[in-house]
């Protein structure tokens, strides 16, 4: 188990940039996955992108592909979410999330960070 915490939230102009950060309590977050998510007002909460515990591989969902950049420094515990050319849809709850590599299911999450993008 890892206990998740995000910063780096606020309030943009559309056009510009945030990088999120995602601390992590315990050692096995260098062998864990690590993923980005986002829940908008009204709606689900859907997939922005993963990384593997190697970030040997990432995963991105097309509506942030070629605008954000998932990330991580094991050494340091925490993950990253790097965000440019923000737009209004963007705005949403971002939570990062682990889960051991040989699980499905994402098992640690944070408690959220704000995003709002205005136009």
């Known amino acids: 188990q890892v206990q998740l915490v995000e910063s780096g939230g606020g309030l943009v102009q559309a056009g510009g940039s945030l990088r999120l950060s995602c601390a992590a309590s315990g050692r096995a977050f260098g062998v864990y996955d690590m993923a980005w998510f986002r829940q908008a007002p009204g709606k689900q909460r859907e997939f922005v992108a993963r990384i593997t515990w190697n970030s040997f591989t990432t995963q991105y969902a097309d509506s942030v592909k070629g605008r954000f950049t998932i990330s991580r420094e094991n050494a340091k515990s925490t993950g990253y979410l790097q965000m440019n050319n923000l737009a209004p849809e963007d705005t949403a709850i971002y939570y990062c999330?682990?889960?051991?590599?040989?699980?499905?299911?994402?098992?640690?999450w944070g408690q959220g960070t704000q995003v709002t993008v205005s136009s």
């Open positions: 999330a682990a889960r051991p590599p040989t699980s499905t299911t994402y098992n640690n």
